[in-house]
């Protein structure tokens, strides 16, 4: 199984930028997509920002322009810079990977989540 170790996070004011990353542990696994997911409190998780094994990107609409996501395929980590942070941007975020292990398994991990809070 892989595992993914996130990073970053924390407390930021608004207009203030920070930066998660995600690590992907895991023996001869080819990894697909990868993706940044937030939830905020009494809410199911929403998709923010993912990529594929090529580079492919795609982001809600809320945080386009703002945010960045970004892979290094050779480190299997995944980052996901966040400027001009709003006080709605407050949420829990988690990191999210799928593909293949030993090119035969397939897998489906999420990261433990990572608090970002933007005060105003």
């Known amino acids: 199984q892989v595992q993914l170790r996130q990073s970053g996070g924390g407390l930021v004011q608004a207009g203030g930028s920070l930066t998660l990353s995600c690590l992907a542990e895991?023996?001869?696994?080819?990894?697909?997509?990868m993706g940044w997911y937030r939830q905020f409190p009494g809410t199911q998780r929403e998709p923010v920002a993912t990529i594929s094994s090529e580079g492919t990107t795609n982001y809600t609409d809320s945080v386009k322009g703002r945010f960045t996501i970004s892979r290094d395929n050779a480190q299997n980590t995944m980052y996901l810079q966040m400027n001009s942070l709003k006080p709605e941007d407050t949420a829990v975020y988690y990191c999210?990977?799928?593909?293949?292990?030993?090119?035969?398994?397939?897998?489906?991990?999420w990261g433990r989540g990572t608090q970002v809070t933007v005060s105003s």
């Open positions: 895991g023996i001869q696994s080819s990894i697909n997509t």
């Open positions: 999210h990977a799928d593909g293949l292990v030993y090119g035969v398994s397939p897998f489906n991990s």
